[in-house]
C-alpha cells in the first residue's frame, strides 16, 4: 500500500512542496493502517463464525432454484471437437455467497498504453487460503472490421473486467469444493427443464436471437438432429446456453454449428468442385480405358 498515493507534481511538471508530501505520507500510512485492521478483523469474524457446510449447501440448492439464476447458470465451449460445459461466474459468485467467508474479486497491479497486468484472486478466509491468477490483458480490441487500441478509462476497465472474469471463476472452483460445484450446476439444469417456455413465440425469438449471430435455422436443425417444431424441453436449455457462451465470449458460432452449405467460402467450394470434377474425369478416363 506504499503506492496508494503517488508523488504529486504540478501543472509544470514539478514536484510539490516537501510539506505537502509529508501530509500525503501521513494519510498514506493510516490508508495501510485501516486496510490491514479491516483484514484482520475479517479474518477473525471468520474464525468465529465458521460455516456450516449443510446449511450452506441449502442455502445454493435455493438459489439454483430460481429460473433467473438457472439461465445464466452455466456455459458450454468446445475444445478439441469436444463440447465442454461447466459453473457461470454468476452461478460460482452465487455459490460464494452461500458458502461463506469467501473473497474474490480482480485488481490492476500495472497499465501502459499497450497492455495492462492484472490479477484475480479468491480468498477463503476461514481456511486462510488463496487462489490468484496474475495475466496480461493487451489494451487492443479486435473487431470483424479490424482492431483498434482502448484509450478510453471505461472501456479499459469493462475491457479488464471481461477478462477477468473468467481467472476469478477459475480461483473459486479451486477453493469450492467440486462436488458442491457440480451439485448446483444439476440443480440448475433441472430448474430451466422445469420452467422453459414451449411456445411458438419463445421459439421464434430465440431463432431471431441466433439469427443475430449470423447462426441460421438450418444451421440449428442440423445440430439438433430434427426440426425446429420438434425441440423438446432440453434443447431449448441446450440453445441458451451455447447462446448465452456465444453472447459472453467463451466460444464463437462456428465451435458449435456448421455452417451452412451455401455460406460457405467461395474458394473452398471452387476446391471442392475442381477435386470432384476431377474424380469424374479419372473415372470416365478408366471406363474409356476398359
Known amino acids: ?9 504540478n501543472s509544470n511538471n514539478l514536484p510539490v512542496s516537501d510539506e505537502l508530501q509529508t501530509e500525503l505520507s501521513v494519510v498514506n500510512n493510516a490508508e495501510s493502517a485501516r486496510v490491514i485492521a479491516e483484514v484482520q478483523a475479517s479474518l477473525v469474524i471468520a474464525k468465529k463464525f465458521p460455516r456450516n457446510e449443510q446449511k450452506a449447501i441449502e442455502r445454493i440448492k435455493n438459489a439454483c432454484g430460481r429460473t433467473t439464476l438457472a439461465n445464466s447458470a452455466i456455459y458450454s ?40 497486468i492484472v490479477q484475480a484472486y479468491a480468498w477463503d478466509k ?31 476497465y469493462e475491457w479488464e473486467a471481461n477478462q477477468a472474469s473468467r481467472r ?7 477453493l469450492i469444493p467440486a462436488d458442491v460445484v457440480e451439485d448446483a450446476v444439476n440443480c440448475c439444469i433441472a430448474t430451466q427443464k422445469a420452467n422453459v417456455d414451449m411456445s411458438p413465440e419463445t421459439i ?26 420438434a425441440m423438446q424441453a432440453g434443447h431449448v436449455v441446450q440453445l441458451r446456453t ?5 453472447v459472453d465470449g467463451i466460444g464463437k458460432a462456428f465451435d458449435f454449428f456448421e455452417p451452412d452449405e451455401k455460406d460457405e467460402p467461395k474458394e473452398k467450394k471452387t ?3 475442381k477435386a470432384e470434377k476431377t474424380e469424374v474425369k479419372t473415372e470416365t478416363e478408366e471406363n474409356n480405358e476398359a
Open 1 to 9: 500500500m506504499s503506492d496508494f498515493f503517488p508523488t504529486v507534481q
Open 77 to 116: 465451449y468446445s475444445r478439441g471437437g469436444t463440447e465442454i460445459t461447466g459453473a457461470s461466474i454468476r452461478l460460482l459468485e452465487a455459490i460464494k455467497c452461500a458458502w461463506g467467508n469467501i473473497d474474490s474479486g480482480w485488481r490492476e497491479l500495472e497499465r501502459d498504453d499497450k497492455r495492462a
Open 126 to 156: 476461514e481456511t486462510n487460503t488463496k487462489e490468484e491468477r496474475t495475466f496480461e490483458v493487451p489494451l487492443i480490441r479486435y473487431t470483424r472490421r479490424g482492431s483498434y487500441p482502448l484509450t478510453d478509462p471505461r472501456d479499459i
Open 168 to 174: 476469478v471463476r477459475a480461483c473459486l472452483q479451486a
Open 204 to 229: 421464434k425469438a430465440l431463432i431471431e436471437a441466433f439469427a443475430k449471430l449470423n447462426v441460421t435455422q438450418s444451421m440449428i436443425e442440423k445440430r439438433l438432429g430434427r426440426s425446429i417444431t
Open 242 to 246: 451455447i447462446y448465452k457462451s456465444i
Open 271 to 273: 476446391k471442392a468442385d
